[in-house]
């Protein structure tokens, strides 16, 4: 599985973490559409976002265009926290980013914010049904 | 070996004598060092495609600047005169002896030389240089402000800085007529009835003085660019010991990592194993305190005297998060101009340049990561701090040329006497 590689803050996407759409799409919830774009998911949830802008840039604020659909047979998403953290570092982000719900298992971020050069890790928590998913995608930023 | 090379080769042949040192030298002097490329002017080190890169990102300069929209008067000449003006004027505390230039000296870099400031008395902290400051998203070492302005403001109502009360401040600016006049060529109106508001102008005009100290092109930048260019005659006269330490810094040293880009830093906060009691007594929690006072504030991006109304810049204040690791953690300096603003650190801790390098080579894990917080009055919380510092172990030659590096930073037309312009005469 390849890593996202972020050169000069751009995310290439032909090294993209992706898992095939098709197999993504018939295994969520009917109601819930996955618009494309980095998908990752979890014993209970697919995630697929954008960032905003869609180079990420160092030290530079960025949101993200969210969407977690559950799989079939699973509860939908009751509350969602999104944040970052480097691994090799062992420090997260210096800022606490905002969901808003918009909908349809969509979701607006804002206020993330990558200070450092390296590896970070985006974590999506998504609570539902009584349960807690971790879903984490590493991202290079250069 | 004064004839030594090729020509003394020669000459040694044709002479029957063989001074075997002379031939010596001229093979040394052929052979190319092992990593490094001989050009006419210099060496230069064959710097790998990730180094160059990384060397790359450390410019270009000048960066491009657009005034302050916070600041409804940043980059205006008339609120840039009128700052300069208040920025030297000693009649801005409550002795009549201190201005802001008492410890921004313009000739040292615009900070003092001291370890801890002095104004009305001394403080906790070692003066910042302004030197390139309008580049800042944070304000002070513990980012307790969100723009230049609302940082201007402190020190003038601080005891031990400037001494002033804002009711002193409206009446001084109210009643100076000289103050009075270009309050009003500058804001378009005379000083407010409220003298807080008053008080926040003063902030704003010096705001847009101080945006105007910035670094020129430095040695560093010449290289830099000569390599962006691919011209190797031109980067090989950067000096050699400047490049080996520029390659610890972005390589091995890791330095890059926070002292990032054309600023040589990201801007934000670290904890790097200073000590934090304060001589004036407690503890110094830098970040943490600060993020606390910068909500606190009616000064922040997000009151009421943010002159943009759509507070777009508002973002990183609002999302700013306070959290344990930021205890002890204190702003990343820019490292322009670095080797001309000693002592270094929040408090002035580390006298010398080479002793600030001798300290990440040196660096004493036990102070980074053990950091025990009291939420609870009777248990303590161990707060997980980040392990991106590790000892470095340079050799003595190596620490010289991260130096050497640094002093590259300098720009030395920074670093003169400086005093109200010549031209920023009296108000009409």
Redesign the interface.
Known sequence: MKRDVVRRGVMNDALAFMFSAGFAVSAVAQTCELPGGREIESARYVVAYRTKPESVR??Q?FAMDLVICPKVGEAAPENVRVDGF?P???????????VKPAGGGRYEV??L?F????KWDFIFEVRGGGKTDRITHSVIL? | MSDGGVTGLLRSLGTGHRPRIFVLGAVLTCLAPLGKTQDSAGVLLDLGDQERRLILQHGPWPQPWSPDPSNRVSGKPEAIALGERLFFDARLSSNGSVSCATCHVPERGWTDGRKLAVGMGEVDRNTPSLLNIRHNRWFGWDGANDTLWAQNVRPLLDAREMGLTEKRIAEFIRGDREYACRFGKTFGAPPAADDEAVVVAVGKALAAFQETLVTGRTAFDEFRDALARGDRAAASRYPAPAQRGLRIFVGKGNCNLCHFGPMFSHGEFHEIGIPVFKKSGGVDWGRYEGIKRLRASRFNLLGAYNDDPKRADGIATRHVALLPQTFEQFKVPGLRNVAATAPYMHNGHLATLPDVVRHYSEINLALLHVAHVYFDPLVPEAIPTDTLLKPLNLTQGEMADVAAFLATLTDPGSLKPRSVAADNSSCK
């Open positions: 160092i030290g604020h480097m090799e570092h062992n420090h997260g982000m210096n800022y606490k980013a905002v804002f206020g914010m200070h450092m050069p390296g250069k």
